[in-house]
């Protein structure tokens, strides 16, 4: 028995590796899909800060802690990386970018000028524009809330309404994997341009987004789970927070 075993593994070995998969055919210039993010597809290199941007860095932890308590939007850059994946859908005039997370979708529209700054209204994903060159598409994005969305960046750096995105897709691997290559300019924050790579693997065959987790900040069971590890001094800044339903702060 143990020798038939070895012969069969032996006649695979001679055989080599199984035949590679037909994959679909695909255009560079169409980023449209379903992308996710593996454990290992995040290269994100520390953020140099200036002393005001070190300076401040605790704060925005502590800002960042509370918007999770209270169920605050992502906004960019956290929905690009949402623990779900990102739906693509590129047309003539945008390409739209979704995930089922609690924040607003991006629009990344195609044409070569931002809206003027006296009628902009920040957002918590800011103002995108984008074009291509080459086979490559880059996106430009301004215009970000001072309070809307979650702040930090990955790499320890936070955004302000100074804060400048640059964004470089490019497809690799025959269409498989979405390359997406994020540039952080910010004179407050940042004392040279911080940039970092995510590697998005594309679904292949059917597959229907699922529905986003729900985040309910008035469950006070959440609640107390995600305070257990606040600092005293945090838990009074996130109680100071809290704001009653249908009222405003």
Same mark, same amino acid.
Request: hydrophobic letters at 35%; aromatic letters at 4%.
């Given at each position: 028995m143990v020798a038939a075993l070895l012969a069969l593994v032996s006649q695979a070995h001679a055989q080599g590796p199984p035949p590679a998969l037909a994959l679909p055919a695909f255009d560079l210039h169409d980023i449209s899909g379903y992308w996710e993010l593996g454990p290992d597809d995040r290269s994100v290199p520390p953020a140099v800060l200036t002393d005001?941007? *070190?300076?401040?860095? #605790?704060? /925005?932890?502590d800002l960042e802690l509370i918007s999770k308590r209270y169920c605050r939007p992502l906004g960019t850059p956290a929905m690009m990386?949402?623990?779900?994946?990102?739906?693509? =859908? /590129?047309?003539?005039?945008?390409?739209? *970018?979704? =995930? #089922?997370?609690? =924040?607003?979708?991006?629009?990344l529209l195609l044409r070569d000028?931002?809206?003027?700054i006296? *009628?902009?209204d920040p957002t918590s994903t800011g103002?995108? *524009?984008a074009h291509w060159e080459g086979d490559m598409l880059v996106a430009d994005t301004i215009g970000f809330h001072e309070k809307e969305?979650?702040?930090?960046?990955?790499?320890?750096?936070?955004r302000t309404t100074e804060s400048h995105l640059v964004e470089r897709y490019k497809l690799l691997k025959n269409g498989q994997v979405l390359s997406v290559t994020f540039t952080w300019t910010d004179p407050k924050v940042l004392a040279q341009p911080h940039t970092y790579e995510f590697w998005y693997h594309k679904i292949v065959g059917p597959y229907?987004?699922?529905a986003g987790i729900g985040c309910n900040p008035w469950d006070a069971e959440r609640g107390a789970f995600i305070d257990?590890?606040?600092?005293?001094?945090l838990k009074k800044k996130s109680d100071a927070a809290m704001v009653a339903p249908g009222t405003a702060k």
């Open positions: 005001v941007g *070190i300076a401040k860095l #605790p704060g /925005q932890r990386d949402a623990g779900r994946p990102l739906a693509i =859908t /590129q047309g003539r005039f945008e390409v739209l *970018i979704t =995930t #089922p997370a609690n =924040t607003a979708h991006r629009h000028k931002h809206t003027p006296e *009628i902009l103002d995108s *524009i969305g979650r702040m930090l960046i990955p790499g320890g750096a936070y229907e987004q699922r257990r590890g606040f600092s005293p001094e």
